[in-house]
């Protein structure tokens, strides 16, 4: 049960914060593809979708240790 409770804890933190970096940069993204034809929508939404689940795979191995120092 406790395992339990600390795991959504950890995917609680971890899905906030990978919800602000990915916010992040499709903020900052969308500004440069708005400027560059290089860039399109679709590489907005695909960098989002892969900067998104980067974020969330490193949070899930980075806040257990930081929430196990905090007690």
């Keep these: 049960m406790i395992m339990a409770v600390q ?3 950890t995917l609680g933190f971890s899905s906030v914060t990978a919800l ?3 916010a992040l940069f ?4 969308a500004g440069k593809s708005a400027a560059l ?3 399109t929508v679709n590489d907005t939404y695909l960098g989002t979708v892969f900067v998104l689940l ?8 980075v ?4 929430l196990e120092k905090k007690r």
């Design 7 to 9: 795991f959504a804890k």
């Design 20 to 22: 602000a970096v990915g």
């Design 26 to 29: 499709y903020v900052l993204s």
């Design 37 to 39: 034809a290089a860039y």
């Design 54 to 61: 980067l974020a969330l795979i490193i949070g899930l191995a």
């Design 63 to 66: 806040w257990p240790r930081v």
